[in-house]
């Protein structure tokens, strides 16, 4: 097994769980972790130099927000130094355009900010704070810096029908990537679905608007769209396939091979206060629990596909099947495909009206 | 479409080599990393903002004498069209 192995290629660093905001898709656990339960600075740099000799490239710093960090500064520096391309994927929030600067000088290469609509209302509604303004004017101070930008615009029922409203906020700016990110049904999103989940006919639509988009700013912006899988045919290779390129570390320090990992009953995880990256990688039971093709069911195991898809999601086999061993639900081959569709059924056929109510939703609170 | 041969290509901002002493040189932006060989590193490290895209060609044929120069030069203008899209490369 050892000696097949690849390196992590990217090191997902949940810095807190602390966030100004309480989106109702946030793909932090249920069960969050408390300041005090945080990583220091000296763990999080020698975690940075760890990976970078363990052949990891890039670094994301996320969160809850990753900003909340008093030492983010010297984090950015530190994972800069170890060798890696330090990309910070926040809310905006809380900062200055002189804290901006200081990010950039220290080393940071890449600036993804995260929006929850093209509008006031919609954002501040979603992100259950005042957060939309801040964000736009982070805009306006990222075009003085020499900083790689990326727009992420987190998309579902409520802001699919904004995307035109979206890519004119992103043309006006420095960014040269936006990402169309459809929700991903887990934690607080899974708790919220029958009010995120975009119509056939939403997702249709933006479809071939963002295929048309994409060949009108080539070589300007590259737009990049993930769908919700549900309405997809085949999963996606959810992580690039269980243990075979990220890891994720936990703002106390466990290593996970997806951020809904914890979800998976009998999965014991490692942390690396006491132990090395790479031992963690190579040797940590829950990180070789789905890897390669070994613990495959039917219809996986003989698929010409699984070495594309991997068998999909296994936090998604687990919330929609039960068993986070079977193939993920969402593939059209899967035995429980009828499920999802059953529940897609359901919500393109509920009366289109709703949209203009405000859905009771379950808001993601802040962490002690 | 294929750049304009007198313009100075630049690597967009956040766009950068990995480090000198990495062994596999790597050419690191927004959620990618593009693994450089000798020929790419060669154009790459030439995309400063102060080489045009003919210097570069015109270099690239002296290093790789043994190479067809119309080739050299075809792969380079494609290439160099290729980073664009991928937002890599700003031209002035």
């Known amino acids: 097994m050892t000696a097949e192995l690849s390196n992590p290629l990217a090191l997902i660093a949940e810095l807190t769980h602390r966030c100004p905001l309480h989106c109702v898709y946030c793909s932090n656990p249920l069960e969050m972790q408390s300041r005090s339960n945080e990583l220091s600075t000296e763990v999080w740099s020698r975690v940075f130099k760890e990976a970078a000799a363990a052949g990891v490239l890039q670094a994301d710093f996320t969160g809850g927000e990753p900003l909340a960090r008093p030492d983010i500064i010297d984090l950015v520096r530190a994972a800069r130094t170890a060798g890696l391309y330090v990309n910070l994927i926040t809310s905006g929030l809380p900062m200055d355009e002189i804290k901006l600067g200081t990010l950039v000088e220290a080393g940071l290469d890449h600036f993804q900010l995260s929006f929850q609509g093209a509008r006031e209302d919609t954002a501040n509604e979603i992100s259950g704070t005042k957060s939309h303004a801040q964000k736009l004017r982070v805009l306006e101070w990222l075009k003085q810096q020499r900083v790689a930008v990326t727009l992420n615009f987190v998309i579902h029922r409520r802001n699919i029908d904004q995307l035109e409203e979206m890519l004119a906020i992103a043309e006006s700016s420095s960014a040269t990537r936006v990402e169309f990110a459809n929700v991903q049904y887990y934690g607080w999103a899974f708790a919220n679905r029958e009010n995120l989940l975009p119509t056939r006919k939403q997702l249709d639509r933006s479809v071939e608007f963002l295929k048309r988009e994409q060949e009108r700013l080539k070589g300007k912006i590259r737009i990049e769209f993930v769908v919700p899988d549900y309405y997809a045919k085949f999963p996606k290779p959810c992580m690039g396939g269980w243990g075979r390129k990220l890891m994720l570390i936990t703002p106390s320090g466990d290593a996970l091979p997806c951020h809904a990992a914890q979800v998976i009953p009998g999965l014991t995880f490692e942390n690396v206060k006491n132990r090395s990256l790479r031992d963690v990688w190579e040797h940590s039971s829950a990180f070789q629990k789905f890897r390669g093709e070994n613990w495959m069911q039917a219809p996986c195991k003989t698929c010409d596909r699984r070495e594309q898809d991997f068998g999909g999601c296994r936090c998604q086999a687990l919330l929609l099947a039960g068993d986070a061993a079977a193939t993920d639900p969402v593939c059209s081959l899967a035995p429980l495909r009828p499920e999802v569709d059953a529940i897609l059924t359901g919500m393109n056929s509920a009366p289109p009206a709703e949209i203009f109510v405000k859905p009771s939703w379950l808001y993601r609170p802040n962490p002690a | ?92």
């Open chain 2, 1 to 92: 479409m294929p750049p304009d041969v007198n313009s100075f290509p630049r690597l967009a901002p956040g766009c950068r080599l990995n480090e000198k002493s990495q062994q596999q040189r790597m050419l690191l932006m927004p959620e990618r990393a593009l693994r450089l060989n000798g020929p790419s590193l060669e154009i790459i490290e030439r995309c400063d903002g102060k080489h045009t895209v003919q210097q570069i060609v015109v270099d690239l044929q002296k290093i790789y004498s043994k190479a067809e120069p119309q080739k050299v030069e075809s792969d380079i203008l494609g290439y160099l069209a290729l980073l664009h899209d991928q937002r890599a490369l700003d031209f002035t």
